[in-house]
Protein backbone atom coordinates (compact mmCIF):
# COMPACT_ATOMS: atom_id res chain seq x y z
CA UNK A 1 0.00 0.00 0.00
CA UNK A 2 1.16 3.68 -0.71
CA UNK A 3 1.84 5.45 2.37
CA UNK A 4 4.04 7.84 4.44
CA UNK A 5 6.70 6.53 6.20
CA UNK A 6 9.52 7.98 8.77
CA UNK A 7 12.80 8.14 6.77
CA UNK A 8 14.68 6.78 10.22
CA UNK A 9 12.14 4.79 12.46
CA UNK A 10 9.86 3.31 9.67
CA UNK A 11 6.36 4.10 11.54
CA UNK A 12 4.07 5.03 8.54
CA UNK A 13 1.51 7.08 8.44
CA UNK A 14 -2.06 7.06 5.67
CA UNK A 15 -1.76 9.41 2.26
CA UNK A 16 -4.36 11.33 3.69
CA UNK A 17 -3.19 11.57 7.37
CA UNK A 18 -1.96 15.27 8.15
CA UNK A 19 1.01 14.88 9.51
CA UNK A 20 4.65 16.94 8.93
CA UNK A 21 7.06 14.95 11.18
CA UNK A 22 6.71 11.48 12.49
CA UNK A 23 4.97 11.35 15.99
CA UNK A 24 7.42 8.69 17.46
CA UNK A 25 10.79 10.57 16.70
CA UNK A 26 10.18 13.94 14.63
CA UNK A 27 12.04 12.57 11.65
CA UNK A 28 10.80 13.79 8.15
CA UNK A 29 8.66 11.27 5.80
CA UNK A 30 8.36 10.06 2.58
CA UNK A 31 6.25 8.60 0.19
CA UNK A 32 6.84 4.77 -0.08
CA UNK A 33 5.09 2.69 -2.88
CA UNK A 34 5.06 -1.26 -2.98
CA UNK A 35 7.15 -1.81 -5.98
CA UNK A 36 4.69 -4.77 -7.51
CA UNK A 37 1.95 -2.34 -6.94
CA UNK A 38 3.69 0.39 -8.58
CA UNK A 39 4.00 -1.99 -11.49
CA UNK A 40 0.73 -3.11 -11.87
CA UNK A 41 -0.52 0.74 -11.86
CA UNK A 42 2.40 1.71 -14.57
CA UNK A 43 0.77 -1.61 -16.67
CA UNK A 44 -3.09 -0.48 -16.29
CA UNK A 45 -2.26 3.16 -18.00
CA UNK A 46 -0.57 3.72 -21.01
CA UNK A 47 1.70 6.34 -19.49
CA UNK A 48 4.21 6.15 -22.17
CA UNK A 49 2.11 7.41 -24.70
CA UNK A 50 1.75 10.50 -23.12
CA UNK A 51 3.48 13.82 -23.55
CA UNK A 52 6.91 13.92 -20.98
CA UNK A 53 5.71 16.29 -18.45
CA UNK A 54 4.49 15.67 -14.46
CA UNK A 55 1.18 14.04 -15.20
CA UNK A 56 2.98 11.61 -17.53
CA UNK A 57 3.61 9.58 -14.28
CA UNK A 58 -0.07 10.36 -12.80
CA UNK A 59 0.32 6.33 -11.47
CA UNK A 60 3.68 7.03 -9.88
CA UNK A 61 2.17 9.73 -7.96
CA UNK A 62 0.13 9.21 -4.76
CA UNK A 63 -2.91 11.18 -5.84
CA UNK A 64 -6.14 9.54 -5.50
CA UNK A 65 -8.26 8.73 -9.00
CA UNK A 66 -10.85 11.13 -8.53
CA UNK A 67 -8.55 13.93 -7.49
CA UNK A 68 -8.96 17.18 -9.52
CA UNK A 69 -5.74 18.22 -10.56
CA UNK A 70 -4.27 21.53 -10.09
CA UNK A 71 -1.97 21.99 -13.46
CA UNK A 72 -0.64 24.72 -15.39
CA UNK A 73 1.47 22.35 -17.72
CA UNK A 74 4.55 21.59 -15.58
CA UNK A 75 7.38 19.40 -16.58
CA UNK A 76 8.60 18.48 -19.88
CA UNK A 77 11.15 20.46 -19.90
CA UNK A 78 14.16 20.32 -22.32
CA UNK A 79 17.10 18.71 -21.96
CA UNK A 80 19.41 20.29 -24.19
CA UNK A 81 22.88 18.65 -25.68
CA UNK A 82 25.02 21.95 -24.97
CA UNK A 83 27.76 20.93 -27.63
CA UNK A 84 29.62 24.43 -26.75
CA UNK A 85 29.36 24.89 -23.32
CA UNK A 86 30.99 20.61 -23.35
CA UNK A 87 33.89 21.95 -25.63
CA UNK A 88 34.37 24.91 -23.21
CA UNK A 89 34.60 22.70 -19.99
CA UNK A 90 36.41 19.66 -22.37
CA UNK A 91 33.17 17.28 -22.06
CA UNK A 92 31.63 15.54 -24.93
CA UNK A 93 28.63 14.81 -24.02
CA UNK A 94 26.68 17.52 -21.78
CA UNK A 95 23.36 18.14 -21.40
CA UNK A 96 21.32 20.86 -19.99
CA UNK A 97 18.49 20.51 -17.80
CA UNK A 98 16.67 23.57 -18.00
CA UNK A 99 13.80 23.96 -15.49
CA UNK A 100 13.56 27.52 -16.25
CA UNK A 101 11.01 26.18 -18.60
CA UNK A 102 8.60 25.19 -15.89
CA UNK A 103 5.28 27.70 -15.92
CA UNK A 104 6.22 29.83 -13.07
CA UNK A 105 10.33 29.35 -13.91
CA UNK A 106 11.49 27.05 -11.83
CA UNK A 107 11.50 23.01 -10.51
CA UNK A 108 9.14 24.50 -7.68
CA UNK A 109 6.43 23.54 -10.27
CA UNK A 110 6.57 20.14 -10.63
CA UNK A 111 6.54 20.01 -6.79
CA UNK A 112 3.76 22.45 -6.17
CA UNK A 113 1.16 20.64 -8.55
CA UNK A 114 1.46 17.53 -6.62
CA UNK A 115 1.21 19.47 -3.26
CA UNK A 116 -1.71 21.52 -3.94
CA UNK A 117 -3.70 18.73 -5.83
CA UNK A 118 -2.92 17.11 -2.43
CA UNK A 119 -3.84 19.84 -0.47
CA UNK A 120 -7.27 20.44 -2.49
CA UNK A 121 -8.09 16.23 -1.64
CA UNK A 122 -7.42 16.79 1.58
CA UNK A 123 -9.80 20.02 1.84
CA UNK A 124 -7.53 22.82 2.22
CA UNK A 125 -8.41 26.07 2.11
CA UNK A 126 -5.50 28.13 3.13
CA UNK A 127 -1.53 27.03 2.31
CA UNK A 128 1.60 28.20 3.62
CA UNK A 129 5.29 28.04 3.03
CA UNK A 130 8.46 29.62 4.14
CA UNK A 131 10.60 30.53 0.93
CA UNK A 132 13.80 32.31 -0.42
CA UNK A 133 11.56 33.27 -3.75
CA UNK A 134 10.67 30.24 -5.83
CA UNK A 135 8.63 28.05 -3.87
CA UNK A 136 6.57 31.25 -2.83
CA UNK A 137 6.00 32.28 -6.59
CA UNK A 138 5.38 28.82 -7.54
CA UNK A 139 2.74 27.92 -4.88
CA UNK A 140 1.33 31.58 -4.99
CA UNK A 141 0.23 30.86 -8.50
CA UNK A 142 -1.03 27.14 -7.51
CA UNK A 143 -2.84 28.64 -4.65
CA UNK A 144 -4.47 31.22 -7.40
CA UNK A 145 -5.77 28.58 -9.64
CA UNK A 146 -7.42 26.22 -6.72
CA UNK A 147 -8.82 29.40 -5.57
CA UNK A 148 -7.85 28.96 -1.94
CA UNK A 149 -5.72 31.29 0.62
CA UNK A 150 -2.23 31.55 -0.16
CA UNK A 151 0.64 32.96 2.67
CA UNK A 152 4.74 33.52 2.09
CA UNK A 153 7.01 34.00 4.57
CA UNK A 154 10.44 35.33 3.09
CA UNK A 155 13.68 36.20 4.77
CA UNK A 156 15.16 39.75 5.73
CA UNK A 157 17.46 41.00 2.86
CA UNK A 158 17.60 40.34 -0.49
CA UNK A 159 15.07 38.63 -2.52
CA UNK A 160 14.91 38.18 -6.04
CA UNK A 161 12.24 40.73 -7.70
CA UNK A 162 11.29 38.69 -10.14
CA UNK A 163 9.67 36.12 -7.81
CA UNK A 164 8.99 38.50 -5.54
CA UNK A 165 6.71 39.91 -7.74
CA UNK A 166 5.06 36.61 -8.76
CA UNK A 167 4.32 36.12 -5.31
CA UNK A 168 2.77 39.50 -5.00
CA UNK A 169 0.61 39.59 -8.88
CA UNK A 170 -0.79 36.21 -7.50
CA UNK A 171 -2.44 37.40 -4.26
CA UNK A 172 -0.38 35.87 -1.74
CA UNK A 173 -0.65 37.32 1.57
CA UNK A 174 3.82 37.98 1.82
CA UNK A 175 4.98 38.51 5.01
CA UNK A 176 9.00 39.47 5.29
CA UNK A 177 10.12 38.13 8.23
CA UNK A 178 12.85 40.04 10.52
CA UNK A 179 15.33 36.89 10.28
CA UNK A 180 16.93 34.73 7.89
CA UNK A 181 15.40 31.72 6.17
CA UNK A 182 15.54 29.12 8.57
CA UNK A 183 14.15 31.38 11.30
CA UNK A 184 11.10 31.65 8.55
CA UNK A 185 10.44 28.66 7.97
CA UNK A 186 10.34 27.47 11.78
CA UNK A 187 7.21 29.57 12.24
CA UNK A 188 6.21 27.50 9.36
CA UNK A 189 6.34 25.03 11.54
CA UNK A 190 4.97 26.50 14.57
CA UNK A 191 1.70 27.88 12.60
CA UNK A 192 1.26 24.76 11.35
CA UNK A 193 1.19 23.24 14.96
CA UNK A 194 -0.85 25.71 16.11
CA UNK A 195 -3.84 26.66 13.31
CA UNK A 196 -4.67 22.58 11.90
CA UNK A 197 -6.58 24.23 9.34
CA UNK A 198 -3.51 25.44 7.58
CA UNK A 199 -1.61 23.15 5.41
CA UNK A 200 2.52 23.51 5.09
CA UNK A 201 3.57 23.49 1.84
CA UNK A 202 7.26 23.34 2.35
CA UNK A 203 9.91 20.96 1.14
CA UNK A 204 9.28 18.37 3.70
CA UNK A 205 5.90 18.20 2.42
CA UNK A 206 6.24 14.36 0.94
CA UNK A 207 3.81 14.92 -1.72
CA UNK A 208 5.65 18.04 -3.19
CA UNK A 209 9.24 15.90 -3.45
CA UNK A 210 7.00 13.04 -5.70
CA UNK A 211 6.46 15.84 -7.81
CA UNK A 212 9.99 16.77 -8.42
CA UNK A 213 10.91 13.00 -8.41
CA UNK A 214 9.33 13.22 -12.25
CA UNK A 215 12.45 15.47 -13.28
CA UNK A 216 14.47 11.89 -12.50
CA UNK A 217 11.97 10.13 -14.59
CA UNK A 218 12.16 12.86 -17.63
CA UNK A 219 16.17 12.68 -17.84
CA UNK A 220 15.78 9.11 -18.16
CA UNK A 221 12.69 9.35 -21.07
CA UNK A 222 14.60 12.00 -22.91
CA UNK A 223 17.62 9.82 -22.88
CA UNK A 224 16.08 7.11 -23.71
CA UNK A 225 16.47 4.91 -20.88
CA UNK A 226 20.39 5.47 -21.37
CA UNK A 227 21.36 6.91 -17.71
CA UNK A 228 23.84 9.74 -17.44
CA UNK A 229 26.62 9.06 -15.67
CA UNK A 230 26.55 11.86 -13.26
CA UNK A 231 23.70 14.37 -12.86
CA UNK A 232 25.17 17.42 -11.03
CA UNK A 233 22.19 19.72 -9.02
CA UNK A 234 22.49 23.01 -6.97
CA UNK A 235 21.55 22.35 -3.19
CA UNK A 236 19.76 24.62 -0.94
CA UNK A 237 17.69 22.90 1.39
CA UNK A 238 18.08 19.60 -0.10
CA UNK A 239 14.63 18.75 -1.17
CA UNK A 240 15.47 18.45 -4.76
CA UNK A 241 18.44 15.96 -4.91
CA UNK A 242 16.22 13.66 -2.91
CA UNK A 243 13.48 13.73 -5.13
CA UNK A 244 15.78 12.98 -8.26
CA UNK A 245 17.10 10.31 -6.73
CA UNK A 246 13.97 8.96 -5.61
CA UNK A 247 12.55 8.85 -9.23
CA UNK A 248 15.89 7.11 -10.33
CA UNK A 249 16.00 4.68 -7.71
CA UNK A 250 12.22 3.92 -8.56
CA UNK A 251 12.66 3.43 -12.26
CA UNK A 252 15.67 1.07 -11.65
CA UNK A 253 13.59 -1.19 -9.13
CA UNK A 254 10.83 -0.83 -12.13
CA UNK A 255 13.54 -2.12 -14.31
CA UNK A 256 13.22 0.41 -16.88
CA UNK A 257 17.04 1.51 -16.48
CA UNK A 258 19.76 -0.59 -16.09
CA UNK A 259 21.98 1.59 -14.09
CA UNK A 260 22.01 4.24 -11.73
CA UNK A 261 23.62 7.78 -12.03
CA UNK A 262 26.10 9.36 -9.46
CA UNK A 263 24.38 12.54 -8.14
CA UNK A 264 26.37 15.53 -7.29
CA UNK A 265 25.33 18.32 -4.83
CA UNK A 266 26.62 22.07 -5.77
CA UNK A 267 26.64 24.18 -2.68
CA UNK A 268 27.80 28.08 -2.26
CA UNK A 269 30.80 28.02 -0.83
CA UNK A 270 28.94 30.24 1.89
CA UNK A 271 25.96 28.08 2.70
CA UNK A 272 27.27 24.81 2.21
CA UNK A 273 26.69 22.19 5.46
CA UNK A 274 26.08 19.44 3.01
CA UNK A 275 29.08 19.57 0.96
CA UNK A 276 31.37 20.26 4.07
CA UNK A 277 29.99 17.15 5.64
CA UNK A 278 30.30 15.12 2.52
CA UNK A 279 33.89 16.61 1.70
CA UNK A 280 35.13 15.25 5.45
CA UNK A 281 33.45 12.63 5.52
CA UNK A 282 30.63 12.78 8.35
CA UNK A 283 27.12 11.43 7.95
CA UNK A 284 25.48 14.25 9.91
CA UNK A 285 25.53 18.33 9.20
CA UNK A 286 26.90 21.07 11.13
CA UNK A 287 24.25 23.97 10.44
CA UNK A 288 25.51 27.57 9.43
CA UNK A 289 24.37 30.15 11.47
CA UNK A 290 24.84 33.15 9.03
CA UNK A 291 24.59 31.71 5.41
CA UNK A 292 25.91 34.07 2.56
CA UNK A 293 25.78 33.90 -1.35
CA UNK A 294 24.80 35.81 -4.11
CA UNK A 295 22.69 33.03 -5.07
CA UNK A 296 19.97 34.12 -2.56
CA UNK A 297 17.81 30.90 -3.58
CA UNK A 298 20.28 28.59 -2.20
CA UNK A 299 21.32 31.14 0.96
CA UNK A 300 19.88 28.40 3.02
CA UNK A 301 22.22 27.03 6.41
CA UNK A 302 20.16 24.35 8.04
CA UNK A 303 18.55 22.44 5.34
CA UNK A 304 15.59 20.19 6.36
CA UNK A 305 16.31 17.39 3.82
CA UNK A 306 19.96 16.83 4.72
CA UNK A 307 19.34 13.72 5.55
CA UNK A 308 17.77 12.16 1.94
CA UNK A 309 20.42 14.17 0.24
CA UNK A 310 23.63 12.42 2.30
CA UNK A 311 21.90 9.24 1.67
CA UNK A 312 21.66 10.04 -2.27
CA UNK A 313 25.12 11.15 -2.69
CA UNK A 314 26.45 8.35 -0.70
CA UNK A 315 24.21 5.77 -2.20
CA UNK A 316 25.16 6.85 -6.00
CA UNK A 317 29.08 7.02 -5.08
CA UNK A 318 28.29 10.75 -6.18
CA UNK A 319 30.16 14.05 -4.44
CA UNK A 320 29.45 17.75 -3.25
CA UNK A 321 31.08 20.46 -4.04
CA UNK A 322 30.99 24.16 -3.15
CA UNK A 323 31.57 26.89 -5.59
CA UNK A 324 32.45 31.01 -4.73
CA UNK A 325 29.62 33.79 -5.73
CA UNK A 326 32.48 34.58 -8.93
CA UNK A 327 32.34 31.52 -10.07
CA UNK A 328 28.86 31.49 -10.20
CA UNK A 329 28.59 34.76 -12.00
CA UNK A 330 30.70 33.51 -14.49
CA UNK A 331 29.40 30.37 -15.18
CA UNK A 332 25.85 32.13 -15.33
CA UNK A 333 27.26 34.54 -18.08
CA UNK A 334 29.11 31.83 -19.93
CA UNK A 335 26.06 29.74 -20.43
CA UNK A 336 24.16 32.88 -20.95
CA UNK A 337 26.82 33.66 -24.32
CA UNK A 338 27.39 30.72 -25.49
CA UNK A 339 24.13 28.34 -25.06
CA UNK A 340 21.72 30.74 -24.77
CA UNK A 341 20.28 29.52 -21.79
CA UNK A 342 19.51 32.54 -19.05
CA UNK A 343 19.44 30.91 -15.66
CA UNK A 344 19.46 32.78 -12.02
CA UNK A 345 22.85 31.97 -10.06
CA UNK A 346 21.37 29.52 -7.82
CA UNK A 347 20.76 27.70 -10.96
CA UNK A 348 24.54 28.61 -12.33
CA UNK A 349 26.35 27.01 -9.21
CA UNK A 350 25.69 23.75 -11.11
CA UNK A 351 27.86 24.76 -14.02
CA UNK A 352 29.95 26.51 -11.83
CA UNK A 353 30.58 23.13 -9.49
CA UNK A 354 31.16 20.93 -12.79
CA UNK A 355 33.74 22.94 -13.91
CA UNK A 356 35.74 22.67 -10.57
CA UNK A 357 34.77 18.50 -11.08
CA UNK A 358 36.40 18.66 -14.24
CA UNK A 359 39.62 20.70 -13.30
CA UNK A 360 40.13 18.38 -10.59
CA UNK A 361 39.63 15.06 -12.15
CA UNK A 362 36.62 13.41 -10.61
CA UNK A 363 34.44 14.29 -13.43
CA UNK A 364 35.78 12.93 -17.01
CA UNK A 365 35.77 13.78 -20.08
CA UNK A 366 33.84 11.07 -21.91
CA UNK A 367 31.47 10.69 -19.32
CA UNK A 368 27.75 11.58 -20.22
CA UNK A 369 26.62 14.43 -17.60
CA UNK A 370 23.27 16.19 -16.80
CA UNK A 371 23.56 19.40 -15.36
CA UNK A 372 20.16 20.87 -13.81
CA UNK A 373 19.59 24.27 -13.69
CA UNK A 374 16.98 24.98 -11.39
CA UNK A 375 15.35 28.22 -12.24
CA UNK A 376 15.19 31.05 -15.15
CA UNK A 377 17.50 34.05 -15.28
CA UNK A 378 14.42 36.52 -15.05
CA UNK A 379 13.44 35.50 -11.77
CA UNK A 380 16.54 37.87 -10.74
CA UNK A 381 17.23 40.90 -13.47
CA UNK A 382 19.45 42.90 -10.74
CA UNK A 383 22.13 40.55 -10.70
CA UNK A 384 21.94 40.08 -14.65
CA UNK A 385 22.19 43.59 -15.40
CA UNK A 386 25.09 44.14 -12.82
CA UNK A 387 27.36 41.99 -14.62
CA UNK A 388 26.17 42.82 -17.84
CA UNK A 389 27.61 45.90 -20.20
CA UNK A 390 25.49 49.21 -20.21
CA UNK A 391 23.10 49.80 -22.59
CA UNK A 392 24.43 52.72 -24.73
CA UNK A 393 22.64 56.14 -25.35
CA UNK A 394 22.79 57.05 -28.59
CA UNK A 395 21.42 60.20 -30.73
CA UNK A 396 18.43 59.15 -32.93
CA UNK A 397 19.92 59.33 -36.94
CA UNK A 398 21.29 56.48 -38.76
CA UNK A 399 24.97 57.82 -38.64
CA UNK A 400 25.02 58.05 -34.65
CA UNK A 401 24.10 54.08 -34.56
CA UNK A 402 26.59 53.40 -37.27
CA UNK A 403 29.42 54.87 -35.93
CA UNK A 404 28.51 53.41 -32.39
CA UNK A 405 28.38 50.05 -34.00
CA UNK A 406 31.75 50.44 -36.11
CA UNK A 407 29.76 50.36 -39.58
CA UNK A 408 30.91 53.78 -40.75
CA UNK A 409 34.23 52.90 -41.70
CA UNK A 410 32.87 50.04 -43.89
CA UNK A 411 30.20 52.84 -45.45
CA UNK A 412 33.46 55.39 -46.01
CA UNK A 413 35.90 52.54 -47.40
CA UNK A 414 33.27 51.75 -50.22
C1 LIG B 1 16.61 28.15 -8.33
O1 LIG B 1 12.26 28.75 -2.93
O2 LIG B 1 14.34 26.73 -1.12
O3 LIG B 1 17.83 21.87 -2.54
O4 LIG B 1 12.36 28.49 -0.79
O5 LIG B 1 15.05 28.23 -5.97
O6 LIG B 1 15.45 21.51 -3.18
O7 LIG B 1 16.08 23.41 -1.72
C2 LIG B 1 14.61 27.34 -3.37
C3 LIG B 1 15.55 26.45 -3.70
C4 LIG B 1 17.99 25.45 -6.27
C5 LIG B 1 17.57 24.47 -4.08
N1 LIG B 1 17.77 26.32 -7.26
O8 LIG B 1 16.69 23.38 -4.11
C6 LIG B 1 12.78 28.26 -1.94
C7 LIG B 1 13.95 27.38 -2.07
C8 LIG B 1 16.79 27.24 -7.18
C9 LIG B 1 16.01 27.30 -6.02
C10 LIG B 1 17.25 25.47 -5.11
C11 LIG B 1 16.26 26.42 -4.96
P1 LIG B 1 16.48 22.48 -2.81
Known amino acids: MVRQECINCKATYGIDDIVYFCKKCGDILEIKFDINELTENIDIYDWKTKPISVWRYRPFMPIHESAKLITLGEGGTGLHHSEHLGTELCINNLYIKNEGENPTGSFKDRGMTVGVTKAIELGARHVICASTGN??????????????RCTVLIPSGKIAYGKLSQAMIHGAKVLQVKG???EALEFVFKLGEKHKEIYLLNSINPFRIEGQKSLGYEICDQLNYETPDAIVIPVGNAGNISAVWKGLTEFYQLGLIKKLPKMIGIQAQGSAPIAHAIKTGNDKIIPVENPETI?????????VSWKKAINA??????????????????????LARIEGIFVEPASASSIAGLKKLIKKGIVLENEKIVCITTGHGLKDPDTAIKQSEKPIEVDANIEAIETTLDLRKAILAR
Open 295 to 303: ATAIRIGAP
Open 313 to 334: IQESHGTAETVTDEEILDAQKT
Open 180 to 182: NFD
Open 135 to 148: TSASLAAYAARAGI
